[in-house]
């Protein structure tokens, strides 16, 4: 089991989206305190009724890794979760490829279908074609990442006879899918190389327009069933299991330590793969202690 920081973002309008520290640096405290990754999200235009209630602004995911790539040599740079039906699927396949070759292949591309309305209309997007939109950008994705000319009909673009350059180090560069529905289940089946379900409870189901999807047994029986189906259509590879883990008393992660280790051993025995921690902080002191605490405690020298 492997650990993703995710960089802590400024809640509403209040403060700087970089009053957890400056990224570069704290990717590389992320990077010497044991983690496996870095995570950033993505709201290139959020709401204000959804800022005001406590939403969170966010940096750019592509650019921001980038920094942190620069300042680090092995931890994976995830977009978490990049929205697909937001971009083209060509302007989503050259940022993810010129990440994950300027990284040397450190690119996890983490996608959501969406849940705003308003951003989808400020973007010029179709909330009600985003599901078609994003089973599009899934199909192309692995055709422009393969370096080879290809052609493609989407609903509002028309691509022929096209080649994308640079290939991306990873063929494909591996795609985790966010969401708890039977349709995110089977594009992970299908297409996905990870399946990130969201544990924030109810509140957090019905904002992000997912069905909640109960307690970490659930869970674990859910991505059994993801990996047989995919095993039964002949893939091969395995399907990583992301986990939120926000265990009370996180915030200071060397206090009730026990209590914490057994919820993280029982997300590895019900199948997860990688578990994702943050701490809303607003100041660089505090995040690097909280970055510092969770390595020692829990990064050193356990085994998962």
């Not at 899918?177 to 990870?194: E, K, W």
């Not at 659930?218 to 039964?232: F, L, N, S």
């Not at 019900?270 to 921690?277: E, F, K, N, Q």
Request: charged residues 20%.
């Amino acid at each position: 089991m492997r650990f993703i920081f995710h960089y802590p973002e400024s809640a509403g309008y209040a403060g700087d989206l970089l009053d957890a520290g400056p990224l570069p640096e704290v990717a590389a405290a992320v990077e010497q305190y044991g983690f496996d990754a870095i995570s950033l999200s993505e709201h290139p235009a959020p709401g204000a009724r959804w800022l005001g209630a406590g939403g969170h602004q966010t940096l750019d995911p592509f650019v921001a890794l980038a920094f942190a790539a620069a300042a680090t040599e092995r931890l994976r740079l995830l977009t978490y979760l990049s929205v697909a039906p937001y971009r083209n699927p060509m302007l989503l396949a050259k940022a993810a490829a010129t990440l994950d070759k300027l990284s040397g292949g450190r690119m996890v591309l983490g996608l959501g279908a969406g849940y705003q309305k308003s951003e989808f209309h400020a973007l010029g997007v179709d909330f009600d074609e985003r599901n078609a939109l994003f089973d599009e950008a899934l199909e192309v994705l692995p055709r422009h990442w393969s370096g080879e000319p290809f052609s493609y009909a989407g609903r509002h673009f028309d691509a022929r006879d096209v080649v994308a350059r640079p290939r991306p180090v990873q063929q494909p560069i591996p795609m985790w899918i966010g969401g708890n529905s039977a349709l995110s289940r089977r594009r992970v089946t299908t297409h996905a190389q990870g399946w990130i379900p969201m544990t924030g409870g109810a509140e957090l189901s019905t904002t992000a327009r997912t069905p909640a999807l109960g307690t970490l047994a659930d869970v674990g029986r859910a991505i059994a069933k993801i990996r047989a189906d995919a095993a039964a259509a002949g893939r091969t590879e395995h399907i990583a299991l992301v986990y939120s883990y926000q265990g009370a008393g996180l915030a200071n992660p060397d206090l009730d330590a026990d209590r914490h280790r057994a919820a993280l051993a029982e997300a590895a025995e019900v199948g997860v793969d990688w578990v994702v921690v943050s701490h809303r902080t607003r100041d660089y002191r505090a995040t690097l202690d909280f970055v510092a605490a969770f390595g020692d405690t829990y990064l050193g020298k356990v085994a998962w």
